[in-house]
Each structure stands twice: as C-alpha cells, then as structure tokens.
C-alpha cells in the first residue's frame, strides 16, 4: 500500500493565544487550537476529509495517509543586568 505524506505549516499566534495551522498540500486547511495536542487532533480529522472533498485522492483509495507537521513559536524573554 502507499503512503501519501502531506505538509502542515503551524505558527503561535501570540495575540490571539492558539496555534494556527495551514497548508499548500490541503486546500483549504486553515485551523486554529490553544494546545498543539488539540491541534493535531483536529488535523487528524480536518486533513482525510478534506483531501476526499478536494478529489486529492480517490474516495476509493485503501492506504496510509500521513502529515507531517512543522511548527514555529517565538518567545521574548526580558532579562535584567
């Protein structure tokens, strides 16, 4: 069987306080969550049904399909001397 493996780009959004989750690979990816856990939840179920919706793959298609999730947070630490 082939696995199909798809790309995920997620940022911290500081003002809003969530992950935020797109992707080129999935038209129409675009999720929110406060916890990366809760993040890759959604996308578990967000990313079959919209490769499906998207005729990305056949809906007959028997097989792996995985996501690989690349995430980006920055932090600004105020130190004292």
């Given amino acids: 069987m082939k696995q199909i493996t798809f790309k995920v ?10 992950w935020v989750a797109t992707s080129e690979d999935v038209p129409g990816l675009v999720t929110e969550a ?28 028997v097989g792996s399909i995985s996501f690989e999730l690349t995430s980006h947070r920055q932090e600004l630490i105020e130190v004292a001397s």
């Avoid at 780009?9 to 969530?18: C, G, L, N, R, T």
């Fill in 9 to 18: 780009q997620a940022f911290w959004d500081a003002e809003a306080e969530v």
């Fill in 34 to 61: 406060s916890t990366i856990e809760v993040l890759m939840q959604k996308l578990r179920e967000m990313i079959p049904e919209l490769i499906f919706l998207n005729r990305i793959v056949p809906s007959d298609y």
